[in-house]
């Protein structure tokens, strides 16, 4: 099949690698693969696809080449990519990487781009019944996977370190990353330094983030934690085998990406519930996870550090049920969810649902 895919930019983060790795699986499969891109965005992954680079800062219909599927992704590409597919150029789907009209401005823009296409992938049944109650389209689930390249080297005990705790930190100068929770992760990471000051407290940033971000880089210089910018994912791997502990604060994800690729590098996760990672993560079974209005993130931090044998149980399961999360399996569900689409056959259906017990209101008139 010949895919074109609309992309703002592939710059380090979650969603730019799930683009990155579902693209490559394509073109590895054999499909016809064209990212288009428009002028100035950033690549900062390895593409195996055609990159088709416009001349415009923004996608217009007459860049887009003829195709069997269009695939859009962030609500600003969705309007465009329809438009192309009304004119013949292919069958609009629509992957949505996050539920942008919960966290993001616009949302006068975005919660009605959700109406354009029923063509719809999903990450989580989290993400598909949330989208399934707002408009009533029930999306195809493609999750997240795990690149061969991040896995458990077996180094911790050469370390020779203190504990090492470890959390990603994204730059939030003009962005968009409330949700994150970064100030809250911060303020009990520090709880735990000054109840176990023995401890490592790390941060990993993307290197174009932290070169830009002077909050970040303030940070660093106050000389209470330490900081890596991994270019690459061998690097990025090493950070997570180093790591005893990582943290995710992040109280809204579709996928949650890190806290899985640390877990496949063999450390224990403490998590706030995200939605998206209720899918692989299991409180008191694989890691250790609580609501935010529980404000438990350090004490489950500092219940690890000091429980060694629960640190190192949680860490062995967490690896084990991360095996199962691959790219190629990602590939896979879009392929057939693609497949789907074109035959005109209905998207997969979830348990319990929240469709069917719409439809049953909407059937009875009963509240």
């Known amino acids: 099949m010949r895919f074109t895919f609309p992309i703002l930019t592939l710059c380090h983060g979650g969603a730019q690698r799930m683009l990155v790795e579902l693209t490559n699986g394509l073109t590895a499969m054999g499909h016809q693969v064209v990212i288009l891109m ?90 598909q019944e949330l989208i399934e109650l707002g408009h009533g389209i029930t999306g195809s689930i493609v999750p997240v996977g795990i690149s061969a390249a991040f896995r458990n080297l ?23 990353s409330w949700h994150r929770e970064q100030s809250y992760l911060v303020q009990q990471l520090d709880a735990v ?22 909050s970040l880089q303030a940070m660093k210089a106050s000389g209470k934690y330490r900081f890596y910018t991994p270019p690459n994912d061998a690097e990025l791997c090493y950070h997570y085998n180093c790591a005893d502990i990582f943290v995710s604060s992040s ?36 890691c250790l996870l609580s609501y935010r209005y529980e404000n438990r993130l350090a004490s489950d931090v500092a219940r690890l550090a000091m429980d060694h044998p629960l640190r190192a149980r949680l860490a062995r399961q ?42 049953g209101i909407f059937r009875t008139g009963k509240s």
Request: glycine share 6%.
């Open 251 to 286: 109280s809204f994800d579709t996928g949650s990406l890190p806290g899985l690729e640390a877990m496949r590098c063999g450390a224990a996760l403490v998590s706030v519930y995200s939605g998206g990672n209720l899918e692989y993560a299991r409180h008191e079974e694989n």
């Open 318 to 359: 967490g690896e084990i049920d991360s095996a199962g999360w691959t790219w190629e399996n990602s590939v896979k569900k879009l392929e057939e969810a693609v497949l789907r689409f074109l035959s005109g056959s209905a998207a997969q259906q979830p348990r319990a649902s929240a469709r069917s017990r719409l439809s």
């Open 38 to 127: 428009p002028l100035g965005g950033d690549v900062s992954y390895t593409v195996h696809s055609t990159l088709l680079r416009t001349d415009h800062t923004v996608l217009r219909e007459t860049d887009f080449p003829y195709a069997d599927v269009i695939v859009s992704n962030f609500y600003t590409t969705v309007p465009v990519a329809e438009a192309a597919s009304s004119n013949g150029k292919g069958v609009h789907v629509r992957l949505s990487l996050c539920y942008e009209p919960l966290f993001l401005p616009e949302n006068e823009k975005s919660f009605p781009s959700y109406h354009i296409t029923p063509n719809l992938i999903v990450l989580s049944q989290w993400q």
């Open 193 to 214: 330094k000054q109840n176990l000051p023995h401890v490592n407290i790390n941060f990993i940033s993307p290197p174009d983030e932290f070169y830009s971000s002077p």
């Open 154 to 176: 077996s180094i911790r005990h050469r370390l020779q370190e203190p504990l090492n705790i470890t959390a990603i930190l994204r730059k939030e100068e003009n962005g968009f």
